[in-house]
Nanobody
Framework: QVQLEESGGGLVQAGGSLRLACPAS????????MGWFRQAPGKEREFVAR????????YYADSVKGRFTISKDNAKNTVYLQMNSLKPEDTAVYYC??????????????????WGQGTQVTVSS
């Protein structure tokens, strides 16, 4: 069973930065793509970013492109989301996710099987 646990959320002023971390247990992530999603109050969960299983490519939602960076450290079995130039509209619960299948990269939510419990990010104006 794969377990994911996000950390690093908090309260930050607009323009600030946060780095989210998501260590995985139960499997090594070196052969798996990883993704970040978020859910704002009253809204559906949405895609934020994903990184390919090799770590060689990343893909971002238009709303975060140029401000957020996803990365993974296979040695630490951890995926990260560096968030810069934060805006109030980035306020949400952020989730990391992992797929069931190795060597396959997914961008949409149905491709992901395992989810963390989420970490709250609040950006004040």
């Amino acid at each position: 069973q794969v377990q994911l646990e996000e950390s690093g959320g908090g309260l930050v002023q607009a323009g600030g930065s946060l780095r989210l971390a998501c260590p995985a247990s139960g499997r090594t992530i070196s052969s798996f793509a990883m993704g970040w999603f978020r859910q704002a109050p009253g809204k559906e969960r949405e895609f934020v970013a994903r990184i390919s299983w090799s770590g060689g490519s990343a893909y971002y939602a238009d709303s975060v492109k140029g401000r957020f960076t996803i990365s993974k450290d296979n040695a630490k079995n951890t995926v990260y989301l560096q968030m810069n130039s934060l805006k109030p509209e980035d306020t949400a619960v952020y989730y990391c996710a992992a797929p069931e299948r190795a060597y396959t990269t997914y961008t949409t939510e149905p491709g992901y099987t395992y989810w963390g419990q989420g970490t709250q990010v609040t950006v004040s104006s």
